[in-house]
């Protein structure tokens, strides 16, 4: 057969009607026509790509108005999920699966004479985000839509996006991510809804209240992405703001024949769009930064207020006058506290332009917003240096030390006489530079906070915001993180979405907790066999893969073990490296002993400003030239770094991967998503107890996974008594030699001393005691050996996980914050299908 013939039969991507297909045809010849008539003759693959896109969108254009239409007509409580970060990858695919044409399109391009995979990847990614955090928003938004939530995405239409990696002579090196540069079919501009954001000026104190002004204005234009639910006619939007200078920008002030240099300055308030911050887990105290978190708030809360005021339900007038139901109308979510801004920004439309009380204005903004914290990192909770928020939001700043002064009231009336309690718990931190600390600001501010895993969650509660939660315990919760089966499942592997529906039928996509049914197959020699086979079938395609980009060979027989995350020394890429050299040193050592072949493949980009992180994937690819290019090595073992990993990869490697590697210190990963992608995907997990580590161990039983390293306890008993890396390299010969060849320059001959800074931090100031784990760890990769030689046994396991992994839908997380948080009962909404079957 071949891989289109194959494709054809696979259920779960929808029915290619005859009827469907020849009007897929005819539209596809249209918008290929209207593209070929405005620029060229001759058609190039880009345009096969965009009449595919654009034939796919008109199946989404009567759904979208249809579903806003629906919402303006029924008011429902609307759900407004704000985040700096959206980490879409394409779109597509992903839209022909939720419309149930993936089979119709693929049978009508084939009719064509193209091949819809090679169109699918002409397609860029929209890299508007880092990592778990932007691409958790992306994966709600999927299940907000799909569970028939009236919800909202707001972020920034980020020009460049994250960064693209090359990897030059082992370095890694980044080039601008020029995403939009052939246009983006599925976004549609709105500039007639643009709003005016207000930056820098002074606060002016009258009888009638207080009053910004002198400000320099930025317009804020809408961009529009449907976002479609899975079979259910729902299409939600997701709205990401684009900065435009007024046409009077620089051009009111006297500036005498400065008229030309008042133009060319435009793209100083254009700037505000212009690039994604490149940092995971890290706060860069930069004014652009801060425009940028107030700018999609200040846009987002103006649009929020104007649907509220214009919203036809349950009022007479044209137009609502009254805010008393703005929280039972309006629910908002920060996702971690780049908006945090939107505490201060609603409390200065409440009281200085809609002329509230300020007790009231509080009631109301705290029981509208809520705060999902991301990490207990010190590094990465933003504390702003009060000179900043005063020279650019001088009337925030004044609002937030109101909102100060009440909240230290009411800690010293709590807990009188407790001053280093009241120091602790401020807003604001006193020091060579004053900071606001905004994790304080938004636990005050919300009427929920919550942790993203269990772990992490009473985390927080027994040690980073201990004294708020002493306060306020009603305040904290649980959410743990999931992933949409739609795109980590169904769209990324539907070789094992069909011989799991061929089990348990179809519903599952939407309700993954059937996937519990699998228990009944985990003995049954059929299902073993199709779940190794489709394993075996996804590794050789990605071999194929690696093998036209990046011209690497490797054994498609060996264990794929991958680590792909950002590079970061929590998430420790560094003791991963040290297990590999420990097997190439064994190998070396006795090397007619029978090996399990391993291909380790560690992926993933380091922000452009962490040196470490850059050493790190130096390292990396210096290891692989040693080990990949030794003869006595063969293909028994190869390390492979994964250049310019993201969402369009991920889904070429997660299906295709045996052991998925999740070994961050314990305490440190807030809860991870990538590891419940491999969970899904039948891959077994080697990792520490760490955030949805621990739950992953609960549902699919602790023996069915690698568990090894310090709990929690352990780790913080090392703190206080004091970790001492070198007594584990005095005891640790295996260890000793690995760390001795980096010290003298084996990995990296032409320079020796290389990676002494390396060996420097992991000796004597490694905060992730890489070294305290190590001789766990390799005994749990001894394990994984044993049992990756027992395919049957393996596949068992394997089965046991995807069994296991029903909790990890971000289906159940949303509707857990939808009932939990928000108030609102998901699937209550149903959206007609659109009249006519070609809309």
């Given at each position: 057969?071949?891989?289109?013939?194959?494709?054809?039969?696979?259920?779960?991507?929808?029915?290619?009607?005859?009827?469907?297909?020849?009007?897929?045809?005819?539209?596809?010849?249209?918008?290929?026509?209207?593209?070929?008539?405005?620029?060229?003759?001759?058609?190039?693959?880009?345009?096969?790509?965009?009449?595919?896109?654009?034939?796919?969108?008109?199946?989404?254009?009567?759904?979208?108005?249809?579903?806003?239409?629906?919402?303006?007509?029924?008011?429902?409580?609307?759900?407004?999920?704000?985040?700096?970060?959206?980490?879409?990858?394409?779109?597509?695919?992903?839209?022909?699966?939720?419309?149930?044409?993936?089979?119709?399109?693929?049978?009508?391009?084939?009719?064509?004479?193209?091949?819809?995979?090679?169109?699918?990847?002409?397609?860029?990614?929209?890299?508007?985000?880092?990592?778990?955090?932007?691409?958790?928003?992306?994966?709600?938004?999927?299940?907000?839509?799909?569970?028939?939530?009236?919800?909202?995405?707001?972020?920034?239409?980020?020009?460049?996006?994250?960064?693209?990696?090359?990897?030059?002579?082992?370095?890694?090196?980044?080039?601008?991510?020029?995403?939009?540069?052939?246009?983006?079919?599925?976004?549609?501009?709105?500039?007639?809804?643009?709003?005016?954001?207000?930056?820098?000026?002074?606060?002016?104190?009258?009888?009638?209240?207080?009053?910004?002004?002198?400000?320099?204005?930025?317009?804020?234009?809408?961009?529009?992405?449907?976002?479609?639910?899975?079979?259910?006619?729902?299409?939600?939007?997701?709205?990401?703001?684009?900065?435009?200078?007024?046409?009077?920008?620089?051009?009111?002030?006297?500036?005498?024949?400065?008229?030309?240099?008042?133009?060319?300055?435009?793209?100083?308030?254009?700037?505000?769009?212009?690039?994604?911050?490149?940092?995971?887990?890290?706060?860069?105290?930069?004014?652009?930064?801060?425009?940028?978190?107030?700018?999609?708030?200040?846009?987002?809360?103006?649009?929020?207020?104007?649907?509220?005021?214009?919203?036809?339900?349950?009022?007479?007038?044209?137009?609502?006058?009254?805010?008393?139901?703005?929280?039972?109308?309006?629910?908002?979510?920060l996702n971690d506290t780049h908006p945090s801004l939107a505490i201060p920004e609603?409390?200065?439309?409440?009281?200085?332009?809609?002329?509230?009380?300020?007790?009231?204005?509080?009631?109301?903004?705290?029981?509208?917003?809520?705060?999902?914290?991301?990490?207990?990192?010190?590094?990465?909770?933003?504390?702003?240096?009060?000179?900043?928020?005063?020279?650019?939001?001088?009337?925030?700043?004044?609002?937030?030390?109101?909102?100060?002064?009440?909240?230290?009231?009411?800690?010293?009336?709590?807990?009188?006489?407790?001053?280093?309690?009241?120091?602790?718990?401020?807003?604001?931190?006193?020091?060579?530079?004053?900071?606001?600390?905004?994790?304080?600001?938004?636990?005050?501010?919300?009427?929920?906070?919550?942790?993203?895993?269990?772990?992490?969650?009473?985390?927080?509660?027994?040690?980073?915001?201990?004294?708020?939660?002493?306060?306020?315990?009603?305040?904290?919760?649980?959410?743990?993180?999931?992933?949409?089966?739609?795109?980590?499942?169904?769209?990324?592997?539907?070789?094992?979405?069909?011989?799991?529906?061929?089990?348990?039928?179809?519903?599952?996509?939407?309700?993954?907790?059937?996937?519990?049914?699998?228990?009944?197959?985990?003995?049954?020699?059929?299902?073993?066999?199709?779940?190794?086979?489709?394993?075996?079938?996804?590794?050789?395609?990605?071999?194929?893969?690696?093998?036209?980009?990046?011209?690497?060979?490797?054994?498609?027989?060996?264990?794929?073990?991958?680590?792909?995350?950002?590079?970061?020394?929590?998430?420790?890429?560094?003791?991963?490296?040290?297990?590999?050299?420990?097997?190439?040193?064994?190998?070396?050592?006795?090397?007619?002993?029978?090996?399990?072949?391993?291909?380790?493949?560690?992926?993933?980009?380091?922000?452009?400003?962490?040196?470490?992180?850059?050493?790190?994937?130096?390292?990396?690819?210096?290891?692989?030239?040693?080990?990949?290019?030794?003869?006595?090595?063969?293909?028994?073992?190869?390390?492979?770094?994964?250049?310019?990993?993201?969402?369009?990869?991920?889904?070429?490697?997660?299906?295709?991967?045996?052991?998925?590697?999740?070994?961050?210190?314990?305490?440190?990963?807030?809860?991870?998503?990538?590891?419940?992608?491999?969970?899904?995907?039948?891959?077994?997990?080697?990792?520490?107890?760490?955030?949805?580590?621990?739950?992953?161990?609960?549902?699919?039983?602790?023996?069915?996974?690698?568990?090894?390293?310090?709990?929690?306890?352990?780790?913080?008993r090392l703190d206080r008594e004091g970790y001492n890396a070198r007594a584990y390299?005095?005891?640790?010969?295996?260890?000793?030699?690995?760390?001795?060849?980096?010290?003298?320059?084996?990995?990296?001959?032409?320079?020796?001393?290389?990676?002494?800074?390396?060996?420097?931090?992991?000796?004597?100031h490694d905060r992730f005691k890489v070294f305290a784990d190590y001789e766990d760890?390799?005994?749990?990769?001894?394990?994984?050996?044993?049992?990756?030689?027992?395919?049957?046994?393996?596949?068992?396991?394997?089965?046991?996980?995807?069994?296991?992994?029903?909790?990890?839908?971000?289906?159940?997380?949303?509707?857990?914050?939808?009932?939990?948080?928000?108030?609102?009962?998901?699937?209550?909404?149903?959206?007609?299908?659109?009249?006519?079957?070609?809309?």
């Amino acid at each position: 057969l071949t891989d289109q013939e194959k494709r054809k039969q696979i259920s779960v991507r929808g029915l290619a009607g005859a009827e469907n297909v020849s009007d897929l045809k005819k539209n596809f010849n249209r918008h290929l026509h209207f593209t070929l008539v405005k620029d060229r003759n001759v058609a190039l693959p880009r345009d096969y790509y965009f009449a595919l896109a654009h034939t796919v969108r008109d199946h989404l254009v009567g759904r979208w108005i249809r579903t806003q239409q629906h919402y303006y007509e029924h008011d429902p409580k609307r759900i407004y999920y704000i985040s700096l970060e959206f980490y879409m990858g394409r779109t597509l695919q992903n839209t022909m699966v939720n419309l149930g044409l993936e089979n119709a399109c693929d049978e009508a391009t084939y009719q064509l004479g193209l091949d819809m995979e090679d169109l699918e990847e002409i397609e860029e990614d929209a890299g508007l985000g880092n990592g778990g955090l932007g691409r958790l928003a992306a994966c709600f938004l999927d299940s907000m839509a799909t569970v028939g939530l009236a919800a909202y995405g707001y972020g920034i239409r980020y020009e460049f996006g994250i960064f693209n990696q090359k990897v030059s002579n082992g370095w890694q090196m980044e080039e601008a991510d020029d995403w939009l540069r052939y246009g983006n079919p599925w976004e549609k501009a709105r500039p007639e809804c643009m709003i005016p954001v207000h930056f820098y000026g002074r606060v002016q104190h009258t009888p009638h209240g207080a009053e910004w002004v002198d400000t320099q204005i930025v317009l804020a234009l809408p961009y529009d992405t449907p976002v479609p639910g899975y079979k259910n006619n729902t299409v939600n939007s997701m709205r990401l703001w684009s900065a435009k200078a007024p046409n009077d920008f620089n051009l009111k002030d006297f500036n005498v024949g400065g008229y030309i240099q008042a133009v060319l300055d435009r793209n100083l308030a254009e700037n505000i769009s212009r690039v994604l911050y490149p940092n995971d887990n890290f706060f860069e105290g930069k004014e652009l930064r801060l425009k940028q978190e107030y700018f999609v708030v200040a846009a987002t809360l103006q649009d929020i207020i104007r649907r509220f005021k214009a919203s036809k339900f349950g009022c007479r007038d044209a137009v609502r006058t009254s805010f008393d139901l703005f929280p039972d109308k309006v629910a908002i979510q920060l996702n971690d506290t780049h908006p945090s801004l939107a505490i201060p920004e609603l409390m200065r439309v409440f009281v200085d332009i809609e002329k509230l009380e300020w007790d009231k204005a509080w009631d109301l903004t705290v029981r509208t917003c809520a705060y999902t914290n991301h990490t207990v990192l010190p590094e990465a909770l933003e504390r702003w240096p009060v000179h900043l928020i005063q020279n650019l939001l001088p009337r925030h700043l004044e609002i937030i030390y109101e909102i100060n002064q009440r909240h230290l009231n009411r800690v010293s009336s709590m807990f009188p006489g407790d001053m280093d309690r009241m120091s602790r718990m401020s807003l604001v931190e006193e020091g060579s530079v004053k900071r606001i600390n905004m994790a304080h600001l938004c636990i005050v501010g919300s009427h929920a906070v919550n942790g993203v895993a269990q772990i992490h969650s009473d985390i927080i509660k027994d040690t980073v915001f201990h004294d708020f939660y002493e306060m306020d315990p009603h305040k904290f919760q649980n959410k743990t993180n999931g992933i949409t089966p739609r795109r980590w499942l169904v769209l990324c592997n539907p070789g094992l979405a069909e011989i799991i529906a061929e089990r348990i039928g179809e519903d599952y996509i939407t309700n993954l907790d059937n996937l519990k049914k699998l228990l009944n197959f985990v003995n049954d020699e059929g299902f073993i066999r199709d779940v190794a086979k489709v394993k075996q079938e996804n590794k050789l395609k990605f071999a194929r893969y690696l093998e036209s980009q990046y011209k690497v060979k490797i054994n498609p027989n060996s264990m794929f073990d991958v680590h792909v995350k950002r590079i970061h020394e929590y998430k420790r890429q560094l003791l991963n490296c040290l297990h590999v050299i420990t097997v190439y040193n064994r190998i070396k050592k006795d090397p007619s002993k029978q090996y399990v072949p391993r291909t380790v493949m560690i992926g993933g980009k380091a922000a452009p400003g962490y040196h470490m992180a850059k050493i790190i994937i130096k390292l990396i690819t210096s290891v692989g030239d040693i080990i990949n290019n030794d003869p006595m090595i063969g293909d028994r073992l190869k390390l492979i770094f994964l250049e310019n990993y993201r969402v369009s990869l991920a889904e070429k490697v997660v299906p295709a991967a045996d052991l998925s590697e999740q070994i961050s210190t314990a305490g440190t990963e807030a809860s991870g998503t990538g590891n419940m992608k491999f969970m899904l995907n039948g891959a077994l997990t080697i990792g520490t107890m760490d955030g949805a580590n621990v739950e992953m161990a609960e549902e699919a039983g602790e023996e069915n996974l690698f568990i090894f390293g310090m709990r929690v306890p352990d780790v913080e008993r090392l703190d206080r008594e004091g970790y001492n890396a070198r007594a584990y390299y005095e005891r640790i010969p295996e260890l000793r030699q690995a760390i001795d060849q980096l010290n003298s320059g084996f990995f990296s001959p032409k320079q020796p001393d290389l990676f002494k800074d390396v060996v420097n931090m992991l000796m004597n100031h490694d905060r992730f005691k890489v070294f305290a784990d190590y001789e766990d760890y390799i005994m749990s990769q001894e394990k994984a050996n044993a049992l990756y030689k027992n395919t049957k046994e393996w596949t068992r396991k394997v089965i046991h996980n995807i069994a296991g992994s029903g909790k990890f839908s971000s289906d159940r997380t949303i509707t857990q914050y939808a009932r939990e948080i928000w108030g609102v009962e998901p699937g209550t909404m149903k959206i007609p299908p659109p009249d006519g079957h070609n809309e």
